[in-house]
Nanobody, 114 residues
Framework: VQLVESGGGLVQPGGSLRLSCAAS????????MSWFRQVPGKERELVAR????????NYADSVKERFTISRDNAKNTMYLQMNSLKPEDTAVYYC????????WGQGTQVTVSS
């Protein structure tokens, strides 16, 4: 199983970023996928989750109406569109799935600062 995130970076408050997670080594289209984030000294928190066919999504209250999770099963890729970014969104963002065990990507840094 391999999960590779990309798309992080530095953005000003109110800006947007789109994260991608390229997946391989497991049946992607049969798997629930999630985005988590972590700030140093704090526990990793769930940001958003998407069902295997993308019909059901769940969001943390702190990102509802601003973030959108999606997936392209033909490309084995999951996305997180982040709009109206706030400084408190600054974190390392991780892609996650469960397939006979927990699998995490290496993470991508998102920094929201002026």
């Amino acid at each position: 199983v391999q999960l590779v995130e990309s798309g992080g970076g530095l953005v000003q408050p109110g800006g947007s970023l789109r994260l991608s997670c390229a997946a391989s080594g497991f049946p992607f289209s049969a798997s629930v996928m999630s985005w988590f984030r972590q700030v140093p000294g704090k526990e990793r928190e769930l940001v958003a989750r998407i069902s295997n066919l993308g019909r059901t999504t769940n969001y943390a209250d702190s990102v509802k109406e601003r973030f959108t999770i999606s997936r392209d099963n033909a490309k084995n890729t999951m996305y997180l569109q982040m709009n109206s970014l706030k400084p408190e969104d600054t974190a390392v963002y991780y892609c996650y799935t469960f397939y006979n065990g927990d699998y995490w990507g290496q993470g991508t840094q998102v920094t929201v600062s002026s």
